[in-house]
């Protein structure tokens, strides 16, 4: 089956600061990256793609980064607020099959 | 909210029960997806329904049993559990196809005892 792993399950970072959030993934067919945030008793929330032909994208205070040649995708968001705590999943998708999703990385917004 | 509510959040359940799980979009969508959340794992997913047919079955044991009635709407009927199947149920729906990523409920914490 598919691989989509993270390379920490868990980060902390001071608020006002950067964060960088990793994930791995296994096949090169992989097209096309959804970066999903999990808030505390709610279910994943969709928070920016990119596909395969892109290596960067820019959302509001996030970027996702696309690294096809170590098959590396990273989420980063500038200014970590606390309310950017919660967990974050990198999801694959190949050709329009299933997603399949990493484990997730926990991140804690120090005040 | 985001468009997909699922009912009831919380659900403790003996292992000797029925129960079902209740899933309703209101997206207009016609993809609807049961998924296992556990700690520590990435999402399972269990089944799809696309257009009200079944169209993926994860090898997920019987006594989990999906219904589909309208495009609106999704079950998980559950009967004689076991503890490890403790964990958050999500529910997603996509427009056909779901290329662009899936809009998930809230989840039903659910805990066999």
């Known amino acids: 089956g598919e691989s989509v792993g993270l390379h920490l399950p868990t980060l902390s970072v001071q608020e006002g600061d950067n964060s960088i959030i990793n994930c791995a993934y296994s096949n090169s067919a992989s097209d096309y990256f959804i970066w999903y945030k999990q808030e505390s008793g709610k279910g994943p929330q969709f928070i920016i793609d990119i596909r395969s032909n892109m290596d960067k994208r820019q959302g509001q205070r996030v970027t996702v980064l696309l690294n096809k040649t170590v098959k590396h995708l990273s989420l980063q968001i500038a200014a970590t607020q606390p309310g950017d705590s919660a967990v974050y999943f990198c999801a694959e998708n190949i050709a329009g099959n299933q997603f399949y999703f990493g484990t997730g990385t926990s991140l804690t917004v120090i005040p | 909210e985001t468009g997909v509510t699922q009912t009831p959040r919380h659900l403790v359940m003996g292992m000797t029960n029925k129960k079902s799980l209740k899933c309703e979009q209101h997206?207009?969508?016609?993809?609807m997806y049961w998924y296992k959340q556990s700690a520590k794992k990435p999402l399972e997913l269990m089944f799809v329904y696309s257009l009200e047919e079944r169209v993926e079955n994860n090898s997920v044991p019987s006594r989990f049993s999906p219904e589909c009635p309208n495009s609106s709407h999704l079950f998980l009927h559950l009967h004689t559990l076991q503890p490890e199947d403790s964990a958050l149920y999500l529910c997603a729906s996509s427009p056909q196809g779901g290329r662009y990523g899936y809009t998930f409920g809230s989840g039903t914490r659910l805990t066999v005892v």
């Open positions: 997206l207009g969508h016609n993809a």
